[in-house]
């Protein structure tokens, strides 16, 4: 089996769920089968076989056709379907007349663009939703009416929680299509950092991801700012960057908190997790953004409870899939910062119960992410679409 495995972007090396998926299946059916396309021209090559575009790049012209089209409020999707043809143009250049036996997306958005092209040469596909294709992308024209001819002729759709899959149901994908595979995470190998090593100056917090308005920092820094007032010599630690980022720190000196808080900016994932073990609290505040956005699975708190660090998070998304409240963490109502303030403040001030939950917490992903179980699904679901096919 030929397998073509598209993502919109570069695999950074904190995506270790799309990474370790790539590996993965290249064990699976040979490094001669497996071809990753990457939408930009800029990036590491993950494995022999990856190809460098921009089909997911807008050009100035896309660009301003699209603003034209917002502006005029058409729906003649002109944009789309440059964007589409640049797209064709790209997949015909790479692959010639030697067409892969199946096509695998990571993420919505590349799919539409090449989903006629493989269905009229009849080549099956496959396509993992992960947050914000499955919520916000809804937003354009355009992607609403192709996204549903993709759950039409897509031979599975997989998600990673159960939340995404209900979202994807109610905006017209056929559910026997969905199938729920969890983001697999090493915990075997991940040696949690007994709690007498840890950090003994300061009771810490620690937050890991992007500043972006679903996971809302600001709530993060007012919920720390509560904790604070209580447990004086607290800190809390920021791993990350993102469009937020100006505005958290302007919110943190204006709170008078710069001495507390510490700004990491992005990290690989091998120092970012050497950082979060040595934290008592991992703590995110996910919501639902203005124009929609959700997470998805959101992998950070699940891999702090692998390093046995109890979870205090919002009822976002597939959040409490994975954090089980008042057993490996602590959830609240999303923009409930006050709520999140006095769930950290239990956790700071009972070691025993953070410890506690801890524990549970890495028990609960070893069993819910296993990495291998992972491959092996998306693996077996690659295999029947190419077996359909070729019935």
Known sequence: ?????????????????????ITGLEKVIGSDNLYHVAGDTKGKRVVSNTYFTNFSNQQKFQKL??????????????????????????????????????????????????????????IPMVVHFHGMDASSAFNSKSYRLEIRK???????????????????????????????????IRVAEIEPKPWD???????SIIFLGRLTEKKNPMALIHAFNLVRSVVTNARLTII?????????????????????????????HQE???????HWVFAQHSVTALNGDQEGYALSPAEAAAFELPVVSTLHNGIPEHVIDGTTGYLVREFDYESMAERIIQLLQDKHLAIKMGQNGRRNILELNDPEKRIESISRLLQLAYRSQKQ
């Open 1 to 21: 089996m030929k397998l073509a495995f598209f993502t919109d972007h570069p695999v950074k090396t904190s995506e270790t769920f799309i990474l370790e998926l």
């Open 65 to 122: 056709i699209s603003n034209l089209e917002k502006a005029a409020g058409t729906n003649y999707h002109a944009a789309f379907r440059l964007k589409r043809r640049a797209a064709e143009k790209i997949f015909k250049r790479i692959f010639g007349q030697n067409n892969p036996d199946v096509a695998y997306f990571e993420f919505g958005q590349p799919a539409i663009l090449f989903r006629r092209y493989l269905e009229h040469r009849n």
């Open 150 to 184: 993709v759950f039409l002729y897509a031979s599975y759709i997989i998600t990673a929680s159960h939340h995404i899959k209900r979202l994807l149901v109610l905006k017209g994908c056929p559910v026997e299509k969905i199938h729920v595979v969890r983001y697999g």
């Open 197 to 203: 090593q840890r950090n003994q100056h300061h009771p």
């Open 240 to 268: 990350g960057d993102g469009p937020l980022s100006k505005q958290v720190k302007q919110l943190v000196a204006d709170l008078g908190l710069v001495d507390s808080v510490k700004f990491h900016g992005e990290l690989s």
């Open 272 to 278: 970012a997790m050497t950082v979060l073990s040595d």
